[in-house]
């Protein structure tokens, strides 16, 4: 559970081709990295998967079901943003359990999922405090705990830790390595940060305007990357 294939995945805004063709393969439990520079459609990408945009072309199959009409939340995908899009007027508690609610599942099981997930994060004593009396990476945190919730097969996270101060960015990468490996979820994750990529992937997936440019596992894209623009990013000094 958890797999994902693209299948020459297509994205226009207006005349602006964003995507241009994107075929890819994710293993079920694997941790993908995409990098790329500002504006080559990482973001775009992972809407796509999710659900959030429509794809002008190209099928999007999550354990081999083509989902291009499924809505967003029943694709079993979570996904995590930047800026944490908690609810203000919300306790931490119902900011997590929200999405459970919303589905309809009953009290008891959201109590009991929102125990487990703060517990999983280390916000069990924050759970009736609202998010402007949360940290930076509090409040993030909570954001994965709103996804971990869900228990989605697929999580997508898009340059989660970008609003932390470094020493909150290396703890929180720690924390979400850890949660891969006890979730056993599949992982998708954007990033332009070098080191995150370098120690978060099984697997990344280079980026360039719209186009991928290489895939690999780190030790490969360090080692032999196959165009300058990949060597820059990421490969070994020549
Ligand atoms: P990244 O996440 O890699 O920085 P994005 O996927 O956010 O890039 O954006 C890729 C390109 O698509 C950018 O040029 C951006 O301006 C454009 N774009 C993204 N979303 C929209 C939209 N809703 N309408 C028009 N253009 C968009
Ligand atoms: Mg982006």
């Known amino acids: 559970m958890g797999s994902l294939k693209i299948e ?18 994710v293993a079920d439990g694997e941790f993908v990295i995409f990098v790329g520079p500002s504006g080559c459609g990482k973001s775009t990408l992972l809407r796509v998967i999710a659900g959030l945009e429509d794809a002008t072309s ?43 609610k919303q589905a309809g599942k009953p009290a008891e099981e959201i109590k009991e999922r929102t125990k487990i997930a703060s517990s999983m994060l280390s916000l069990d004593d924050y759970l009736e405090r609202r998010p402007a009396e949360l940290s ?10 709103r ?3 869900r228990e989605p097969e697929l999580f997508l996270f898009d340059e ?24 056993k979820a599949t992982m998708i994750y954007v990033t332009h940060d070098q080191v995150e ?42």
Not at 8 to 25: A, C, H, P, T
Not at 137 to 145: E, L, P
Not at 160 to 181: F, K, Q
Not at 215 to 221: C, D, H, I, T, Y
């Open 197 to 238: 990529a370098m120690t978060l992937a099984d697997k990344i997936v280079v980026l360039n305007k719209g186009r991928i440019e290489q895939v690999g596992s780190p030790m490969e894209l360090y080692n032999a990357p196959q165009t300058i623009f990949v060597a820059g990013f990421i490969g070994s000094p020549q």
């Open 160 to 183: 989660p830790l970008s609003n932390l101060d470094a020493a909150l960015r290396v703890n929180t990468r720690l924390e979400i390595a850890r949660l891969h490996r006890q979730l």
């Open 58 to 100: 190209g099928d999007i199959l999550i354990d081999g079901k083509k989902v291009n009409n499924t809505p967003p939340a029943k694709r079993g995908i979570a996904m995590v943003f930047q800026t944490y899009a908690l609810y203000p007027h919300l306790s931490v508690r119902d900011n997590m359990g929200l999405g459970l």
């Open 147 to 149: 996804a971990i919730v």
């Open 8 to 25: 020459n995945i297509r994205k226009s805004f207006g005349q602006v081709d964003v995507l241009k063709g994107i075929d890819l393969e």
């Open 136 to 145: 930076g990476g509090q409040r993030q945190r909570v954001a994965i705990g």
